[in-house]
């Protein structure tokens, strides 16, 4: 616990523009890369995270690092319970996937202008996971089925990623983000191809 709070201590120095004692060493493991580093099956350790909990445990103890953001986890599960389009899993080797998708029609730009937040949940979020595009109460089934994932099994994975982080004597830090309206509609709303014929065209 002493060697946490020093590299604490060290860090908040930094953040109010004190001298460190030393540039503190600020990692983030990506998915993949720790199932490929302690040699694991992505596609079966994303499905039963138990052994990437292990796995994440072993990437910690080899090496030394002050901070990590633990792990950014898009479990495939509840994309498979949304029908999602927006990220799949790769069936080869299990890799999590952004394709391209266009989910906002040229002529629905008018509605999206009138009432943003109608649009996207009338409109665009059922073209983005198909599950949430059926007729009542299968949509309405497919949400709560992602919302009790989230509740259950997701917060349980990071419970457990906190633990061995802390037992690892490495300090977690979090921060925010937001979307530029831009990166909104040229990513999940209209796609870099059609956004850039919009660019010209419109």
């Known amino acids: 616990m002493e060697n946490v709070q020093a590299k604490l201590d060290n860090f908040m120095r930094g953040v109010r523009g004190e001298k460190m004692d030393y540039v503190p060493i600020m990692m983030d493991f990506e998915p993949t890369y720790i199932c490929e580093y302690t040699k694991q099956d992505c596609i079966r350790s ?18 030394d690092i002050d901070l990590t953001q ?13 029908g999602s389009k927006v990220w799949v899993q790769n069936r080869i080797n299990g890799y999590m996937q952004h394709p391209e998708v266009t989910s ?28 949430l595009g059926r007729e009542a109460p299968y949509s309405t089934m497919a949400f709560a089925k992602a ?36 990166d909104l509609l040229a990513d999940h709303l209209r796609g870099i191809t059609q956004i850039s014929m919009d660019l010209r065209r419109r």
Request: aromatic share 18%.
């Open 104 to 131: 906002l029609l040229p002529e629905e730009y008018p509605e999206l202008i009138e009432d943003p937040i109608h649009c996207i949940a009338s409109r665009v979020l059922p073209r983005m996971y198909t599950e």
């Open 70 to 82: 633990s792990v950014v986890f898009l479990p495939p599960q509840k994309n498979a319970l949304l």
């Open 147 to 182: 919302l009790l994932y989230e509740k259950n099994q997701v917060h349980h994975f990071y419970d457990q990623i906190f633990e061995k982080t802390m037992e690892n004597n490495a300090l977690l830090y979090y921060g925010t983000m937001f979307y530029a309206p831009f």
């Open 46 to 63: 994303f499905w039963d995270y138990d052994s990437f909990i292990a796995g994440y445990d072993q990437v910690m103890k080899d090496f």
